[in-house]
């Protein structure tokens, strides 16, 4: 078998190369830009919202009620990233991004909104600064890549933080939905009993716990996938400085 020319062997790899880096258009990345630089300041309004009320009560007990409507805006905004995904101008995976939205969207609005009784728990600061933080790091990363200009300190928060970050956002999660489980058994919340005229049930009390053992398979999953995504951007760094 004879060998291929060097230079079409470059050329070739040259053009995959540029497909798969191909981003999306400029009315599109345009859109991108503001729709992060907005994400990126509404979790910075949430933030402020925080240190201010901390400030003022001198407690960081029920700093939730300061932040309350900022928070449910801005996390249910994140759904657009589903969208984003589907129609192709953001190269992630639909069914990833889905879940990781939809689960806070469902502990924004199906727990901690439902059931008013958690919300002066500490565990929902735990994971709302856990939750600000983050995105506030990640949708600068997005905006200031799409803009070519990206800072290393960023890029070095993004693929680090998350060390601390994401097991402190999981045990504040679980530890709200366990809070809330008594009241939900309760009052029957969201459940639907036989008979109807659907024949259908539904214990909304038992889908929370289900919830909650999810989390033993999937978080995992998405932890050793953002170790391996750190050794990948920033391992050569690392290792360059190493070198030298």
Not at 155 to 165: C, D, P, S, V
Request: charged content about 15%; proline content about 4%.
């Amino acid at each position: 078998m004879s060998a291929a020319a060097p230079g079409t062997s470059k050329t070739a790899h040259g053009d995959v190369a540029a497909k798969k880096k191909k981003g999306p258009g400029a009315l599109a990345t345009a859109y991108l830009v503001i729709y992060n630089v907005v994400m990126t300041a509404g979790w910075l309004v949430i933030a402020v919202g925080l240190v201010r009320a901390y400030l003022a009560r001198g407690s960081y007990h029920g700093l939730y009620y300061s932040i309350e409507k900022p928070l449910k805006f801005f996390q249910t905004g994140a759904l657009l990233e589903i969208l984003h995904c589907a129609v192709g101008i953001v190269p992630s995976s639909v069914v990833l991004t889905g879940f990781q939205v939809l689960s806070r969207v469902f502990l924004t609005w199906a727990v901690t909104h439902s059931v008013r009784e958690v919300q002066s728990e500490d565990s929902v600061l735990l994971f709302v600064t856990a939750w600000t933080v983050t995105e506030i790091i990640r949708y600068s990363f997005y905006t200031f890549s799409l803009l070519n200009h990206l800072p290393y300190l960023i890029k070095w928060a993004r693929y680090t933080f998350f060390f601390a970050l994401y097991p402190m956002g999981v045990s504040g999660e679980l530890l709200t939905i366990y809070a809330a489980l008594p009241f939900v058994q309760k009052t029957g919340l969201y459940s639907v009993t036989l008979p109807n005229k659907y024949n259908f049930s539904f214990d909304y009390y038992s889908f929370l716990i289900l919830v909650m053992i999810s989390y033993i398979p999937l978080f995992p999953q998405l932890y050793f996938h953002m170790i391996r995504q750190r050794k990948k951007v920033l391992g050569h760094v690392e290792d360059y400085s190493k070198v030298e």
